[in-house]
C-alpha cells in the first residue's frame, strides 16, 4: 500500500455508507422496476434455492427498498411473513410504501446494521437472504454469525453477490477508472467492495467459516439492459453508493471528468441502439 494512502476504517466506511443510503434512496426505489428486470430472474432462483414457500418466516438483510423483499412475501402467501431490515431509515421508509402500494400485509420492517443481529429480537425464521448486501459488510463473518443465529434448525441462507469483476465490466470499468483517477491502491483480501466474494472458492470457504452446510453456489447470468450508455452512468450515479466513496477525494470537476470517461468506457457495451451490459451473479444457498 503506499505509505500516503490511509489504511481502511471499517467504522468510517460504515458511517459513510448509511450517509450515502440515506442520499440514494429515492434513487434506488425510483429504479426498481429495472431492479426487477435485471436481478428478478436471479432473485426468484436464490428464493428457490432457499425453498421459500407458503408460511416461511424470511429475514431479510441490507434489504434496501425492499424489491426483493415484496418478491418472497408473494411466495410465503399470507400465513408467512418478511421481515426487511436495513441500516437506512429512509430506504426503509420506501420498502414500507411499496408493501402498502402492493397491499402485501405480510411485510414489516426494522432498521438494523446487519452486522448488529444479534441485538434482534424475534422468533427464529425459516429462511435468511442478503441480495447484495453481505459484499459490503466490513466485518462480513460477523453479519454471517448473525444470520446463522436467527435460523431455525435446517433453516437456509441464501446470498446473492457480484462474480468476478471480469464478469461485471458494466461496474468494474467504473469502479477501475476511479480508482486510478483516485489513486486507490488495489483492495485487500477481505477488504469490502462489490467484487470481494466474487471467487466461488471464497464465497463458499466464507459461508462454511460461518458455520454453514451444505452449500451450493450457481453463476447466473444476469445482463443489464438499458437504451444506452447515458442511462447506465445515470443509473450508476444515482445508485451505486462505492462510486461515490471512491470519489470522494477528488474535486466536482475532477469527478465531472471521471463520470464522462466512464460514459465513454461504457459506449463499447451499445449495440443496435440499445446497451446491455455484461453482468454475472453468484447465487448461494446454505443450510445451518
Request: net charge negative; charged share 20%; with cysteine.
Amino acid at each position: 500500500m503506499n505509505q500516503d494512502q490511509p489504511a481502511f476504517d471499517p467504522k468510517k466506511f460504515k458511517t459513510t455508507t448509511r450517509q450515502q443510503w440515506e442520499t440514494a434512496a429515492e434513487a434506488w426505489h425510483r429504479w426498481g422496476p429495472l431492479l426487477t428486470r435485471w436481478l428478478g430472474p436471479a432473485t426468484e432462483r436464490m428464493l428457490d434455492m432457499c425453498h421459500i414457500g407458503p408460511g416461511n418466516r424470511v429475514l431479510d438483510v441490507a434489504a434496501g427498498a425492499g424489491e426483493q423483499s415484496l418478491t418472497a412475501a408473494r411466495r410465503v402467501g399470507p400465513t408467512g411473513h418478511v421481515l426487511a431490515t436495513d441500516l437506512s431509515p429512509t430506504i426503509l421508509e420506501y420498502a414500507r410504501s411499496s408493501a402498502r402500494l402492493a397491499d402485501i400485509p405480510n411485510i414489516s420492517t426494522e432498521v438494523i446494521d446487519g452486522e448488529a443481529l444479534a441485538a434482534l429480537q424475534t422468533a427464529p425464521f425459516d429462511a435468511v437472504i442478503s441480495r447484495v448486501g453481505l459484499i459490503y459488510f466490513p466485518d462480513q463473518q460477523k453479519a454471517l454469525r448473525g444470520m446463522h443465529h436467527h435460523l431455525k434448525k435446517n433453516g437456509y441462507l441464501g446470498v446473492m453477490v457480484y462474480a468476478s469483476a471480469k464478469q461485471n465490466p458494466f461496474f468494474s470499468i467504473p469502479v477501475a477508472i476511479i480508482r486510478r483517477h483516485a489513486q486507490l491502491p488495489p483492495p485487500v483480501p477481505g477488504q469490502p467492495g462489490p467484487f470481494s466474494l466474487g471467487d466461488i472458492n471464497v464465497l463458499e470457504k466464507t459461508l462454511k467459516d460461518a458455520g454453514f452446510k451444505d452449500i451450493s453456489i450457481e453463476n447466473i447470468d444476469a445482463p443489464l439492459r438499458l437504451d444506452s450508455a447515458a442511462t447506465c452512468l445515470q443509473f450508476e450515479q444515482e445508485s451505486f453508493g462505492a462510486l461515490h466513496q471512491m470519489l470522494s477525494s477528488l474535486s466536482a470537476m475532477e469527478q465531472d471528468d471521471v463520470w464522462a470517461e466512464i460514459e465513454q468506457s461504457l459506449s463499447q457495451f451499445e449495440q443496435e441502439g440499445h446497451f446491455v451490459g455484461p453482468c454475472e451473479m453468484l447465487v448461494a444457498s446454505a443450510c445451518k
